[in-house]
C-alpha cells in the first residue's frame, strides 16, 4: 500500500469492528469518525441514490430516493446518538455538516414545485374537507444523471467534506469509518472512494453467533441467530467467492490472530495501511476474545458448528 489513504472497516457485526476502528483511528495519522454513520451503504443513504438516479431512475424511483435520504440526513442521522450522547454532525462539526447536506440538494434536484394537496376526510371537488388541511405539498423531481461518475463526485464531495473536514479538525491527513455491514457495500464504497482500504475484520463464526445472543438487537434464541447471520455470511462468501481483490486496497485479518501476537500484528496492520507502527492504547487480548468460549453446552456447540456447516473453514476456522 505506497500511499496513505482513508480507510472502511467491515464485519458481521460482534467481530472486532469497533476495536480495530480505534486501533486504527489512534494514530496520529487516521482520525476515526467516532460513530458508524450508515448513511453511505445502509438503505435510504447515498449507494440507494446512486442506483435511484442513475440505472434504476424514473422520475417515481428518484423522488422516492430523495425523500429517503432527505429523512436519512435530517432526521435520523442528528437524532440518533452514540454512548457519549454525541450525533453524527455533533462528532463532524455542525455547521459543516448542515451546509455540507443543504449544498447537496440543488446537484441532485432538477426541479422542485408545488403539487395541489388531496382533500383528507369529508371533502367535495376541490374544496377542502376542514379549514386545516395543506393547500399543496412539495414535490420534486430527481436529477436523471446520464454519467454515474458525475453523480458519483457529487457524493464524493458530502464524505470529503464532513470526514475529510473532521479529519482536519483533528490535525490528521485521512480518515477511517467503520459500519459493519461495508462488508457488503465494497464495490460502491471503491467507485466513491476508489483509494481507500476496507479492512475486514474476522471472529469465528460460533463466538460471533453467541455474541449476538448477548445483544438487545439480535435475536434472543440461537435458531433467531441462526437465521439472520447465515445470510450474512452466504451473501459475504458468495461476493467473495466471485470477485477478484487482486490489486484492490483490501485487508482481511482474524481477530484472534491480533490477539495472539499482539503489537507485531499491529505492525503488519499498519503497515498494510501504509503509515508505520504505533503504540496504540486499544489492543486485542485474547483473553477477551475467548471469554465466550464456555457460552454453549457441548450439545448446542454441536448444533451450531453443523448449522453453520462449510461456513467455519470457508471463514478460515477450524
Known amino acids: 500500500m505506497p500511499s496513505l489513504s482513508p480507510v472502511f472497516v467491515a464485519g458481521t457485526g460482534r467481530s472486532g469492528t469497533s476495536r480495530i476502528a480505534d486501533v486504527i483511528g489512534q494514530h496520529p495519522l487516521i482520525h476515526r469518525i467516532p460513530m458508524e454513520t450508515k448513511f453511505i451503504v445502509e438503505p435510504g443513504g447515498l449507494r440507494d441514490l446512486a442506483d435511484a438516479l442513475t440505472e434504476r431512475y424514473d422520475p417515481i424511483v428518484g423522488e422516492d430516493a430523495l425523500h429517503r435520504l432527505s429523512d436519512f440526513l435530517t432526521v435520523r442521522v442528528p437524532g440518533r446518538r452514540d454512548d457519549r450522547g454525541k450525533t453524527v454532525p455533533e462528532l463532524v462539526g455542525v455547521g459543516r455538516y448542515r451546509d455540507a447536506v443543504h449544498r447537496l440538494w440543488p446537484q441532485i434536484i432538477a426541479y422542485a414545485y408545488d403539487e395541489p394537496a388531496p ?4 371533502g367535495d371537488g376541490d374544496r377542502p374537507a376542514g379549514p386545516f388541511g395543506p393547500a399543496s405539498r412539495r414535490r420534486a423531481v430527481a436529477r436523471h444523471f446520464r454519467d454515474r461518475g458525475e453523480l458519483i ?3 464524493r464531495g458530502l464524505v470529503d467534506t ?8 483533528a490535525g490528521k491527513p485521512t480518515w477511517c469509518e467503520k459500519t459493519p455491514f461495508n462488508l457488503f457495500a465494497m464495490d460502491f464504497l471503491w467507485e466513491l472512494v476508489p483509494e481507500a482500504t476496507i479492512v475486514h475484520i474476522k471472529r ?3 463466538a460471533v453467533l453467541a455474541s449476538h445472543l448477548a445483544q438487545p438487537w439480535a435475536p434472543s434464541t440461537v435458531d433467531g441467530v441462526l437465521a439472520y447471520l447465515l445470510p450474512v455470511y452466504d451473501r459475504w462468501l458468495a461476493w467473495k467467492n466471485a470477485t477478484d481483490l487482486a ?3 483490501y485487508v482481511e485479518v482474524k481477530a484472534e490472530d491480533l ?4 503489537p507485531d500484528q499491529r505492525r503488519v496492520l499498519f503497515g498494510r495501511l501504509g503509515v508505520e507502527d504505533y503504540p496504540t492504547s486499544s489492543t486485542f487480548q485474547s483473553a477477551k476474545l475467548a471469554h465466550r468460549d464456555g457460552q454453549f453446552d457441548a450439545d448446542t456447540r454441536a448444533y451450531v458448528e453443523r448449522e453453520l456447516g462449510e461456513i467455519i473453514p470457508a471463514m478460515g476456522y477450524e
Do not use: N, Q
Not at 382533500?119 to 369529508?122: I, M, R, V
Open 119 to 122: 382533500p383528507e376526510g369529508f
Open 153 to 155: 463526485g457529487v457524493l
Open 247 to 249: 490489486g484492490r486496497r
Open 204 to 206: 469465528h463464526p460460533v
Open 162 to 169: 464532513l470526514f475529510g473536514g473532521a479529519a482536519a479538525d
Open 259 to 262: 490477539a495472539a501476537d499482539w
